[in-house]
């Protein structure tokens, strides 16, 4: 009789620990699903400021074009081959942008939708690893842009 009571106490007693487990696992699953959404919509946040950055470097890019191109010597003066050339540049910019734009969006959305938290976690990872050579190629290609607005204005003063 005191055995069975013993024995119907312990498994009394792993029953809560098993119990209190389980609760304890949900909570730890939730904490993480709430870590993971957050990261993601962080992600979303830098996205955001990243593409306004590079939208204002192309606005300013444009703006110095613009001026180039205004201030011809001579009114009869035909455009610049090279200013042709670094607007189709500028132009090509700009598009690639929204579409990469439109591609992390869509990315984005994705990984928030998964519900596997490790995946989620590596879809992350690999979004930021894309997000930051994707930059660096933005940046190469108005660095470039730049370059040819610089000697287009150089040319300019020469004449």
Do not use: C, W, Y
Request: glycine share 2%; no cysteine.
């Amino acid at each position: 009789m005191i055995f069975t009571m013993l024995i119907t106490l312990l498994l009394g007693g792993f029953s809560a620990v098993f119990a209190a487990e389980d609760q304890l696992n949900e909570i730890l699953q939730d904490q993480t699903k709430a870590r993971q959404e957050e990261k993601a919509k962080e992600l979303k946040r830098q996205e955001q400021l990243d593409n306004l950055k590079r939208e204002q470097d192309l606005n300013q890019l444009q703006h110095q074009l613009d001026q180039i191109k205004q201030q011809k010597n001579e009114p009869t003066q035909p455009q610049q081959p090279e200013a042709g050339q670094t607007q189709q540049q500028l132009d090509r910019l700009k598009n690639d942008q929204q579409l990469q734009r439109l591609q992390n969006d869509q990315q984005l959305e994705r990984i928030q939708r998964e519900r596997d938290p490790l995946r989620q976690r590596q879809q992350i990872d690999e979004f930021q690893r894309q997000q930051r050579i994707d930059s660096l190629q933005d940046q190469i290609r108005r660095n470039q842009t730049q370059q040819d607005l610089d000697r287009l204005r150089q040319q300019q003063n020469v004449r």
